[in-house]
């Protein structure tokens, strides 16, 4: 199983602000079976990035992912009020599909 | 818009047998592009791929727990079902169902998801 880990557990931000996560992988994954979720309390994920670089229906632009390798980033270009939550990765090339343990991004 | 909706019992005695349904709207399961998948979250922690079903039946689960899995389906109730044998504390968790968008290989990414139903495990 490819093991993911996230990076930081927290992230404190302020609204406006850049925000950069950060998934490595175990051993190499491909950015085209990588995702990207969202996560706000007693919510169900809600998946913002799929693939390379595609974004789900209705996620804004400023939600990007890249990466390769073993090392992926998913870029909040702007914090937005609603962005304030947990957000995981997710491999499901290799199986069993595997999620990281998530990183929060608060508000400063 | 498809929409998932997870119901079962909320508490479920340690060594019986944990037992899910997923009622599917706006979208029928036997559409053969997409697989039914059950994911799981322990209170506090990350998510846990539990397993996928295919209109078909096939199936396939996380080895981590594929000896205490069974997935089913009933396609004339556009339903999926999970059913986990043995279960312990290490069980309790929120159980999520979701549609698995295809993708050019066995897997994909969840792209819709059911609100989640917390299931503990306890005497």
């Known amino acids: 199983e490819i093991v993911l880990t996230q990076s930081p557990g927290t992230l404190s931000l302020s609204p406006g602000e850049r925000a950069t996560l950060s998934c490595r992988a175990s051993?190499?994954?491909?950015?085209?079976?990588l995702a990207w979720y969202q996560q706000k309390p007693g919510q169900a994920p809600r998946l913002l990035i799929y693939?390379?670089?595609g974004r789900a229906t209705g996620v804004p632009d400023r939600f990007s992912g890249s990466g390769s390798g073993t090392d992926f980033t998913l870029t909040i270009s702007r914090l937005e009020p609603e962005d304030f939550a947990v957000y995981y990765c997710q491999q499901y090339g290799s199986s069993p599909p595997s999620f990281g343990q998530g990183t929060k991004v608060e508000v400063k | 818009q498809v929409h998932l909706e997870e119901s079962g019992p909320g508490l479920v005695k340690p060594s019986q047998t944990l037992s899910l349904n997923c009622t599917v709207s706006g979208g029928s399961i036997n559409s053969g592009a997409y697989h039914w998948s059950w994911i799981r979250q322990a209170p506090g922690q990350g998510l846990e791929w539990i397993g996928y079903i295919h209109y078909s039946g096939w199936s396939h689960s996380n080895p981590s727990l594929e000896s205490r899995v069974t997935l089913s389906l009933d396609t004339s109730k556009n339903q999926v079902f999970l059913k986990l044998k043995s279960v312990t504390a290490a069980d309790t968790a929120v159980y999520y169902c979701?549609?698995?968008?295809?993708?050019?290989?066995?897997?994909?990414?969840?792209?819709?998801w059911g609100p989640g139903t917390l299931v503990t495990v306890s005497s």
């Open positions: 693939g390379p670089s």
């Open positions: 051993r190499r994954a491909s950015s085209a079976y």
């Open positions: 979701a549609r698995e968008a295809p993708s050019d290989y066995d897997f994909g990414p969840q792209d819709f």
